[in-house]
């Protein structure tokens, strides 16, 4: 008999040879239908392969991440079979999954290609092999046979790729007439796939070297269900429309330039007041919280990312030196802000009873991206870090630590995120040479952050891998309005940079110790932030933040003094807000308001004048009433205090 644990800690004894589908069905008939892959001590698996004993066993479905991954991984196969039924001889490279569905990278021959005319037929054809409701089957082969499979089949991708595979650790997977090179793990048969969608077709250098062939590269999505993909594709409608790029030019928050140069932001009048508001509500929280501002430069000499371990790690792909007329003398424009927050610590000595020691700064830093990787606001090579860090004691790290998740949660309830994970970054362990430092300091940074998390209940995911070269991290992971994921604060832990500055503290037996350093970034980046934001509310900013509350509206130019009047007495309440004086009619002076988003929209003409009161409309919401300004005031102003 298998002795099986299951993820509630209870256990269950089955026959020898009992796959995960057995156990599936020892659960429920349901599970055991929806039943898509197994995990087996955390290694994703076919549901119908045999078990080990003594296992540690989770069943994954379509609402499990690593479930979704692995139907949508045999999806692709299923587009491969397709597309070799549609276009004989096409050459196959790589299909793996993505966040939202798969992509195949194949070399369709001379004179062929793919556009989205071609679409419909190729999704027709997906499901009528998925009728056929063909099993995955997984067969180990030798390499030998293999090349051989795919020397007869003249797929020169398959045979790169087994140039680097060890010979008995290779495997095959068979559905209906395809087989393709691929470790796994797949779903029990194409039946589960019901509905196909192709969403883009793009060139894609083999193995991302622009010195390689360029072969097509088909995105497309599948789901369980029809009604699921109706709602993924009015999803996706819906984040067009709130698209930051979209919403930013027609707010006028943000531009580029080519003269300026690509991924370098410039922010409007608009858009600076929003950004300087985020400012300011996170420097309020952070002087509270016994943070101390300070500023560096845009530039910093070689040698100080040679001893923060930045040169080694990202040099390459940095913008270019800044050489001066002195041989051999180098700038970089700033990475990271946190080696110059190093040696703002060591301007003067610190004790025991100093610390800990928080310095933020809103600090520029450049990195130079890649020009096909930049995206609007989201990624960009000149951005703007909400960044701190605290240099401690070892024995208050937890308590520091803490005190960080208490301003990220902050934030995130103020701007309205509260769907959100944290994701504990760690190393992997498998590959330690990605990382700086010793075993020892590892293990205690991950402990501070693991523990951290678990005393203040954060619903918390664990992922290998992750962890900042140079120490572990907890990233907050935010669900947008339209449920889209995106990683926005985060928090790391690090060891290894007082080490590598050697920074010190008298201890109360007057010995020099090491700090530990807290990097923590509530936002992450500004322009990062406001992206994801834009997109989240859809350009309807929180009334606390968005650069304009109000917009008086005159039915006539004779009423232009009064809306004037009207906008200087909210003014003196700190309520922000303008006057559309244009001659155009109150109607056009409304519908061009509501598109400008703006909260409330006053209008006043003779009576208001008059009786010295405004008529009131809340965007998206119509008409709400004449009331004296005072009574406006005090609704306003109550709606924030609520807020923050």
Not at 148 to 172: H, M, R, S, V, W
Request: glycine share 8%; proline share 5%; aromatic share 10%.
């Amino acid at each position: 008999m298998l002795n099986i644990t299951l993820p509630d800690g209870s256990q269950r004894q089955l026959p020898d040879g009992a796959t995960g589908y057995d156990v599936a069905a020892s659960i429920s008939e349901g599970l055991a239908r929806n039943a898509l892959a197994v995990t087996v001590n955390g290694d994703v698996r076919d549901l119908h392969r045999p078990l080990p004993d003594n296992a540690q066993v989770a069943i994954l479905t379509w609402n499990d991440t690593a479930g979704k991954s692995t139907y949508w991984h045999s999806s692709a196969h299923l587009m491969a079979e397709a597309l070799e039924a549609l276009y004989p001889g096409v050459k196959l490279a790589i299909g793996p999954a993505i966040e939202n569905g798969f992509y195949y990278d194949v070399d369709l021959g001379e004179g062929r290609s793919i556009s989205s005319e071609d679409f419909p037929e190729i999704e027709k054809k997906m499901l009528e092999l998925a009728k056929n409701k063909s099993q995955y089957v997984r067969k180990e082969v030798s390499k030998a046979d293999a090349i051989a499979y795919f020397t007869e089949k003249q797929d020169p991708y398959k045979l790169e790729l087994l140039e680097n595979l060890e010979d008995g650790n290779i495997t095959f997977y068979t559905q209906g007439g395809f087989t393709d090179l691929c470790r796994g793990p797949h779903i029990p048969d194409t039946g589960n796939i019901k509905a196909a969608k192709l969403m883009n077709v793009a060139g894609a250098y083999w193995r991302g070297d622009e010195k390689n062939k360029q072969l097509t590269r088909l995105y497309g999505i599948t789901f369980p269900k029809a009604k699921d993909l109706a709602e993924y594709l009015e999803r996706l409608e819906e984040a067009k429309r709130r698209d930051h790029r979209k919403l930013g030019k027609e707010l006028k928050l943000f531009a580029f330039s080519e003269k300026v140069g690509a991924g370098l932001p410039l922010w409007l009048p608009k858009g600076t007041a929003l950004r300087e508001r985020l400012e300011q509500f996170l420097r309020k929280a952070q002087v509270k919280a016994g943070y101390s501002p300070v500023v560096s430069p845009h530039i910093g000499a070689k040698e100080l990312y040679v001893t923060s371990g930045h040169y080694e790690k990202y040099g390459a792909d940095s913008f270019q030196p800044i050489k001066t007329p002195n041989p051999g003398e180098e700038f970089f424009l700033k990475p990271m802000n946190c080696p110059h927050h190093c040696e703002i610590y060591k301007t003067e000595p610190r004790s025991y009873r100093d610390l800990p020691v928080r310095l933020a700064e809103f600090g520029t830093v450049y990195r130079y991206e890649q020009s096909g990787e930049l995206h609007g606001l989201t990624r960009v090579r000149g951005f703007t870090q909400d960044d701190a860090h605290i240099f401690c004691r070892p024995d208050q790290v937890k308590e520091e630590f803490m005190k960080v998740i208490d301003i990220v949660l902050y934030v995130l309830k103020a701007l309205d995120f509260p769907d959100f994970t944290a994701q504990i970054s760690l190393r992997d362990p498998d590959n330690k040479t990605k990382y700086i430092g010793s075993d020892e300091n590892w293990e205690k940074a991950e402990s501070a952050i693991q523990e951290a998390a678990l005393e203040k209940g954060l619903n918390t995911v664990t992922e290998y891998g992750e962890a900042a070269f140079y120490g572990p991290k907890l990233d907050f992971m935010v669900r947008d309005a339209i449920g889209r994921r995106w990683q926005l604060g985060t928090i790391q832990v690090d060891y290894n940079l007082p080490e590598r500055f050697d920074l010190e503290y008298t201890a109360a037996d007057n010995s020099k110790q090491r700090p530990v350093m807290i990097h923590r970034a509530p936002f992450g980046s500004l322009e990062r932030f406001v992206a994801v934001l834009i997109e989240h509310c859809g350009g309807n900013f929180p009334l606390w933040l968005t650069p304009e509350q109000f917009i008086v509206l005159p039915i006539s130019d004779k009423y232009s003094d009064y809306a004037y009047q009207v906008k200087a007495q909210l003014e003196q309440h700190d309520l922000r807000g303008t006057v559309d004086g244009r001659d155009e009619r109150i109607g056009r002076k409304i519908r061009d308001a509501e598109m400008g988003k703006i909260p409330y929209l006053l209008v006043v003409g003779e009576k208001e004048a008059q009786d010295n009161i405004i008529s009131v409309r809340k965007h998206g919401e119509g008409d709400l009433g004449s009331m004296p300004l005072e009574a406006f005031v005090k609704s306003v102003q109550s709606q924030m205090v609520d807020a923050m």
